[in-house]
Antibody, heavy 125, light 108 residues
Framework: QVQLQQWGAGLLKPSETLSLTCAVYGGSFSGYYWSWIRQPPGKGLEWIGEINHSGSTNYNPSLKSRVTISVDTSKNQFSLKLSSVTAADTAVYYC???????????????????WGQGTLVTVSS | QSALTQPASVSGSPGQSITISCTGTSSDVGSYNLVSWYQQHPGKAPKLMIYEGSKRPSGVSNRFSGSKSGNTASLTISGLQAEDEADYYCCSYAGVYVFGTGTKVTVL
């Protein structure tokens, strides 16, 4: 049974860089995409981006200029960096496995499961 | 890409059936058969309930079912139980992944 465990700094100052890592235990690392999703307090979910085992990435256009997702296949881990954070980036950040399928010649996820436990990241001066 | 539209809240008595709608556009829900639904209890990570519009993962109760018509997807919970009280989110592929605004389900 696949489990995702994530960690990273929970309190940042404005303009700093958010850094989180997610480790994958108990399953194959290849054959899936690995995503980051966030949820501001009391609000809905927002997809941030994804990476596969080869390092191919896709990002949400609204965050693309500030986001970097990387992978370390030797450790079955993937990481998120979000630069120049502001209070608007305060959220619970989740990592998740994405099962993929081919749609009109494009690889897309048909579901996100399982999810990590979530990390609350607060941006405050 | 705008969030998919869900009702803010839906309620029902134990044993009843409720349906949550998820309205998108011809660029997301209407264009791809890649709608998934997630259940989220307070303080917990979301849990996959339905994928590809109507398929149930192993271990999810058959009281949960999904469907789609045009630009609107729906999640139906039949035989409502106290443990179903949670927030529910839909998600669709649209070149990127777009989530719904979320629906709070209350069991009366």
């Amino acid at each position: 049974q696949v489990q995702l465990q994530q960690w990273g700094a929970g309190l940042l100052k404005p303009s700093e860089t958010l850094s989180l890592t997610c480790a994958v235990y108990g399953g194959s690392f290849s054959g899936y995409y690995w995503s980051w999703i966030r949820q501001p307090p009391g609000k809905g979910l927002e997809w941030i981006g994804e990476i596969n085992h080869s390092g191919s990435t896709n990002y949400n256009p609204s965050l693309k200029s500030r986001v970097t997702i990387s992978v370390d296949t030797s450790k079955n881990q993937f990481s998120l960096k979000l630069s120049s954070v502001t209070a608007a980036d305060t959220a619970v950040y989740y990592c998740a496995r994405a099962a993929i399928t081919m749609v009109r010649g494009v690889i897309a996820a048909n579901w996100f499961d399982p999810w990590g436990q979530g990390t609350l990241v607060t941006v405050s001066s | 890409q705008s969030a998919l539209t869900q009702p803010a809240s839906v309620s029902g008595s134990p044993g009843q059936s409720i349906t949550i709608s998820c309205t998108g556009t011809s660029s997301d829900v209407g264009s791809y058969n890649l709608v998934s639904w997630y259940q989220q209890h307070p303080g917990k990570a979301p849990k996959l309930m339905i994928y590809e519009g109507s398929k149930r993962p192993s271990g999810v109760s058959n009281r949960f079912s999904g469907s789609k018509s045009g630009n609107t997807a729906s999640l139906t919970i039949s035989g409502l139980q106290a443990e179903d009280e949670a927030d529910y989110y839909c998600c669709s592929y649209a070149g990127v992944y777009v989530f719904g605004t979320g629906t709070k389900v209350t069991v009366l």
